[in-house]
């Protein structure tokens, strides 16, 4: 049966990965600031086959409660397998260039709270010598785009730390997996078009649950075809990304 | 005009529909004060009931958490845009089974309530209206509402095959039923007449639970009616998990329809003649028996870019047998049609729906590549029988039906209208039901 701690569980991606393992009897620990959707997720899951579901409303920009938080974790969870690390907030691009203020809140969100939560993390499962941690990241973090490098730093950041630290990690039989989804249809990108470029949240899931399953040290792309597209993207000339 | 957001006939293809998504049962997105309101599911109904041209249509899928399973009783509470395929996925494992289900499972709980829609064993438990306990609706006037037999009673009513109209459903309580497998067994039957057929029914009605037949629409003269009669019973044994099978899908569209009068003749002759001896002993998995259409994906492209029509009209019982047969020589003299028939009788459980379709009586569903005038002029003929027979057509399937053959064949209209929410409509709506926004 496998314990799984989610940060951010009311994001689309982190309840659609939930719902995979949930099939397959596990044990949650759902940390949200909606207790309400909280809720409903932990009734699904426990309809899906979730053995036990907790919720815990908690605000992750809160720094000094993140440790706290996982070793809360730890203790409902008597261990944790999964930790999938999956909040964060699409900042309006234009309110940031503007404002550094608005900048470091959102960078607070996107990068510190995270990576915070990925030390945590990382010490519990190298003190287990078990464990797989997931970081969400993202495509924006492999190139800069003018329309949204604030959000694509953050990311970069999370991608570049979660790389290294699953390397430190390995020899301590933990594994720590990046996931850079592409364009997903969810919440937080409601007000975009959609076009054929998109994936349903599933879509990401699955890759997720598979890395986590061969229990290695990886960067996922997901859909896979995106490290394609972002190999292209990564050696593109600057005159061609200023128009993506 | 994308592909998104229309129906599964792709006929009509309207366009200038705001969409709005459904992500939080507990608070919908604000109903559109300035244009009529409609709740989109999965689009497989087939002509316009899901359609709102000139309206905003209320996504679902986005409400697709399930919130209770009682496993002793066998009820499970989900909200609207549960798909049933997810349903059966959670529920056949743990030995429990929809108690009616349509020709796909592709389809939301709000979709399937709001059409009553029916299965092959409608002449054993009803539509699958008559086996909702209870739901919940969302009206324009601000209020939540429970409904179910004792509670609003009316509005439960009118919900259930109300195609939308009195608001918005968001979570269903269903009752489920128990099996032991999920694989059927059973025999398919050659037929060669529309009376050998009825008998057939008739003496299939209690020892099968499912039945229903594939008739060939262009047999006329003395092949006319002829035909394979299905009938099979939830097996004892099996497990729950399908059998591999290849992805199939229709990967584009094609420039004309694929189904014309050739294809068919020669598909329809090969696949009645295909059966050499009249009864083979048949053991299914569910998906391809309840489900048979969904293993090729996006199979409505095969019609071409002009789409299909489907039609599908019941007759009641006393003149089942004419009706039917004056329906197939209209058919079969038109050279139109395609291959996907079904043609079975209904039972007489009666749906809680005002506006449910199943009646006692033999039903015949086909779809008809759409081809202008010359379709619409078929289907108008058909209708005179049907109508003349003092049957109705089904509006889940409907793209052409006037304004007075609903109301003839619905007569409990008047009182439904009462319950249609105001800021409600759908292209349906506008087109069949007088002074409707």
Redesign the interface.
Known sequence: MKRVAIFGATSAIAEAAAREWAGEGARFFLVGRNE??LG??A??LK??GAEEVTIRTADLMEMEGLAKLCHEAEGALEGIDIALIAHGVLPDQAEVSASAEQLLKNLAVNALSPAALMVELGQIMKRQQHGSLVVMSSVAGDRGRPSNWAYGGAKAMLSVMGEGMGMELEAAGVSVIVCKPGFVDT?MT?AFKKGPLWAAPAQVAGPIVRAVQKGRSCVIYAPAWWRIVMLVVRFAPAFIVRRL | MTDEFQSWGRYPRVGDQHVVRARDRHALPPFDAGRPNLAYGNGRSYGDVCLNEGGTLIAMRGLNRFIAFDEEAGELVCEAGVLLADILDLVGPRGWFLPAAPGTKFVTVGGVIANDVHGKNHHRVGTFGANVLAFSLSRSDGSHLHCSQTENPELFAATIGGLGLTGVITQARLKLRPVKSGYFEGEQIKFRTLDEFFALAEESEDPYEYTAAWIDCLAEGETLGRGLFMRANHAETGGFEAPRSLPLAMPATPPLSLVNRLSLGVFNTLYYERQRTAVVVRRWHYNPYLFPLDTIADWNRVYGPKGFVQYQCVVPMADARDASHALLTEISRSGQGSPLVVFKTFGDVVSPGMLSFPMKGATLALDFPMAGGKTLSLLDRLDRIVAEAGGRLYPAKDARMTGDMFEKGYPAFGQFVKHVDPAFGSSFGRRVLRGQR
């Open positions: 309400t959707a409903d997720i009734a699904d309809v899906r919440p409601e």
